[in-house]
Every structure is written in C-alpha cells, then in structure tokens.
C-alpha cells in the first residue's frame, strides 16, 4: 500500500462570517503528484497556507506522517519535511544566488547559518548547492544577488532551494506564474523529474490546464472552500459537474 505522507482531516477556517475552507480531507501519498484546481476564490490558496502552517485552521486538522502538526510553526513543519516553494523565497536578497542556496542546506542539515565559513568549512555544502544550481540551470548565475535577478529567475531559485531542502513533500503554488515561454519549461520539467521519487509527494496549485494534464496523477477540485471532485485526471476532467459548474469552457480543449 501506497504510504500517506500528509493527511488533512476536516480542515477548515472561517474570517468573519466566510467560510473560506469549508470541511476538507485529503490523503496525499507517496510518488503522487496532485493538482489543486478550482475557480478563483475557491479556496486552493487558504487550502495550500493551513497545510503549510500560515493560516491556523478554525477546525480539523493536519497531519505529516501521521503526526499532528496542526499547531507547528511554518519553520518546524518545514524541518519535519513539508516544503513550499515561497517560504525560501527571498531568504537573503541582497546575498548571492549560491549563497542563497547554500544557506537553506545549511540550515537543512543544522550547521547554522554561516556565511564566513561557508567556502571553507562547508566546502561540501557549496559543492553541493552548486549541483543544484546546475539542475535548475542556474550556475551560470551563481554570484549574482538575488534582489537583481528576474521574475522568472527568482520562480527557478525557489525550486532551486526547495530540492536542496530536500522535503517529503513538495508545495507549489503556480509555480510558472509570470515566467517567459522559454523559462517555464525549465521548472516543469524539474518537476517532473522530482515526480520520479516514490518517497516523495508534490501538490501543485495551477491554473493552466496543460500543465495539469502533462504532470497531474490526480486532481483534486475545490469549489467554495469544499472538495467537490477527487479521482484521475480524466475522470475529473471529464466530470459533468466540473465541466459544467467549476472549470467551464477552459476544460473543452484538454
């Protein structure tokens, strides 16, 4: 049987008198790629800051492992193996790409964040954020700052520093928002690539439906904070009340 690495249980959270997630569980498994999709104003992004720990929930829960992690910090949930691209985002930016990445290892394996020791002390560490650069096809920009780089380039250094986090879980919130036709492939296919580790699981909050009939092994619909359709993609797809009701004439031409 497939291992369930995160669980949500009656997940929901109301501000005011809005219901914004209303009542949702969900199992995510091991080697699965789910997408989260839905109109806007349905909820994925609420749904996506509880499991990630932004939001605290008004009810439910949220389990990792099978342990509750319902009222862990984002930075403990973090170290326990949950990781979501926009919390590395930005961590230094006025520090340099290689840098960036280095930091986040560091911080992955305990070394504490040490810039100074960084070239010799951690020489494996720098070794080892420059492979990563290289995979996300980055090293050429290894000592540029952050804070100078391009949209594009900043959405690839978040995926750069999520794989050297190396969590259980991947959180991608459109993860090609905003990027040119020639850098978006770059982060689908990395994302690809990470769906190849059966130990891992990766959800994936996207808009674009070629994106989601190209890497989603399951798809999850959310409408008016409620889970209103779970299964392949082509049965949800195919669905008459997604069809109909949540993702509208977008779906015809998948």
């Known amino acids: 049987m497939t291992q369930t690495l995160l669980e949500t249980e009656g997940l929901s959270v109301r501000f005011g008198g809005h219901l914004a997630v209303n009542d949702v569980s ?54 326990r193996g949950l990781g979501r691209a926009f919390q590395l985002t930005n961590l230094f930016p006025q520090l340099t790409v290689l840098e960036n990445v280095a930091l986040v290892m560091q911080a992955r394996q305990r ?29 050429t920009l290894r000592d540029q700052k952050v804070s ?19 969590p259980l879980v991947y959180m991608f919130d459109e993860p090609t928002a905003g990027m040119s036709m020639d850098e978006a492939p770059v982060v689908l296919d990395l994302i690809s690539e990470l769906k190849h580790d059966s130990d891992r699981t990766i959800l994936l909050v996207e808009h674009k439906m070629d994106v989601i009939r190209t890497l989603a092994d399951r798809i999850i ?15 949800v797809m195919a669905s008459d009340i997604v069809q109909e009701a949540y993702m509208g004439k977008e779906l015809e031409h998948v």
């Open 221 to 235: 619909v959310l409408h008016n904070g409620e889970l209103a359709a779970d299964g392949p993609p082509a049965e």
């Open 111 to 139: 070394k504490g964040f040490s810039l100074f020791s960084m070239a010799s002390a951690h020489v494996e560490v720098t070794r080892a954020a420059m492979a990563v650069l290289e995979r996300v096809r980055m090293d």
């Open 148 to 166: 100078e780089l391009s949209h594009g380039n900043q959405r690839k250094l978040e995926v750069a520093m999520l794989i050297a986090l190396d």
């Open 26 to 79: 969900c199992q995510f498994h091991a080697g699965e790629l789910t997408a989260i999709v839905g109109p806007n104003g349905a909820g994925k992004t609420t749904y996506f800051n509880l499991i990630s720990g932004q939001i605290r929930p008004t009810a439910g829960s949220v389990r990792l492992l099978g342990e509750d992690v319902t009222r862990v910090s984002v930075a403990d949930r973090c170290q």
